[in-house]
């Protein structure tokens, strides 16, 4: 049984895809069961640089950077996407990044969120809700 919004990955060709609406069926790609992505936390090792940080821009507005420090973003290493979650859990938004791009979204409504995720091709998936 999936749940909305939840993330699998076939560790064989690297689909990667977002629940949107369950059912009961396994999820199988490459003829194999998907893996389920649990997100880590900013306990986890590396969590500096993934964990994603809600902050106010300099224009008043807001935004979630990936990680306290910057994650880096080369060809081999890069954040490929970040995702708002609304507290409701009736929307999400998902932003994809490209190496060179710096990993930043901006964001409306920090205190309707959840949560967001980030996703680093090497280092999986990562979530933090904010503060306040
Ligand atoms: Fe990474």
């Known amino acids: 049984m999936t749940e909305r919004l ?12 977002e629940v949107i609406l369950p059912g009961v069926g396994e999820l199988v790609c490459c003829g194999e069961p998907m893996e389920y ?12 640089k993934h964990v994603p940080v809600f902050s106010a821009t300099d224009n008043q507005g ?26 409701d859990r009736r929307r999400s938004e998902l932003e994809y990044f490209y190496p060179s791009d710096e990993p930043i979204m901006m964001i409306k409504d920090k205190l309707g969120l959840e949560k967001a995720r980030a996703f680093c091709n090497l280092h999986g998936l990562w979530e933090s809700e904010p503060e306040g």
Do not use: W
């Not at 939840?6 to 895809?17: A, D, M, S, T």
């Not at 992505?37 to 500096?48: I, M, N, R």
């Open 37 to 48: 992505l649990e997100a880590k936390k900013s306990d986890s090792e590396y969590g500096e």
């Open 6 to 17: 939840e993330l699998y990955k076939c560790n064989i060709c690297g689909n990667l895809v």
């Open 62 to 87: 807001e935004e979630v950077r990936v990680g306290s420090t910057l994650h880096p973003m080369t060809e081999e290493h890069y954040i490929q996407f970040v995702e708002t979650i609304a507290k």
